[in-house]
């Protein structure tokens, strides 16, 4: 079975901090655009906050109200663009991690990670009617057959996942690739 063969260990490695450095500066193994780092939850609570409480901190200096209160307005208006900052920066470094763990993953399978890929590999595979995207893929060999999985987001909107083994193929749910279960799931679609 093929994934068998395959090494999942740096989807849970914990990178060394020069190595995610060296990554970062974009000397990795992926090709493809930049990943957009999606705002958290947090970070867009604590943005509302400082943009409310620096309003209101605003509004209150110019109606000449208690200079403490003014103080206490700006403390919170700066506690929120520290918060802010903070979450931006978790965020970034965990999808920075997450990036680096698949392309490592592929690099030490023999595949090759890309992101927003543009044609599929196997000639004259449609993926959907319209102009989608792929969003992730990864391609190769293992264990000698062709292998060719990934996420692709239909012309309508809708994502779906597809796995290519020799000539065969399927599309199926979307994946998590960072989910070591999720390749298990992918080689056993058409390992049947």
């Known amino acids: ?100 763990r698949l392309a490592a993953m592929a690099a030490r399978n023999g595949l090759v990670y890309e992101r927003g890929a543009t044609t599929p590999s196997v000639p004259g595979l449609q993926y959907s009617d319209g102009a989608g995207r792929p969003l992730r893929r990864f391609c190769g060999e293992v264990a000698g057959v062709p292998v060719e999985a990934g996420n692709f987001r239909h012309a309508s909107g809708v994502v779906s996942g597809y796995v290519i083994v020799g000539t065969r193929f399927e599309i199926v749910a979307p994946f998590d690739f960072a989910e070591p279960g999720e390749w298990y799931r992918a080689l056993r679609v058409l390992g049947r």
């Open 1 to 100: 079975m093929l994934s068998a063969v395959l090494d999942l260990e740096p989807l849970s490695a914990r990178p060394s901090p020069s190595e995610l450095r060296a990554y970062r500066r974009g000397r990795g193994r992926v090709t493809g655009p930049p990943v957009r780092v999606r705002p958290c939850l947090g970070g867009v609570s604590y943005t509302a906050l400082m943009a409310a409480s620096g309003s209101a901190t605003a509004l209150l200096a110019f109606w000449g109200a208690n200079p403490r209160a003014v103080l206490l307005g700006s403390l919170l208006a700066a506690g929120s663009a520290v918060g802010a900052v903070l979450c931006a920066r978790a965020t970034s470094i965990r999808t920075c991690l997450r990036e680096y």
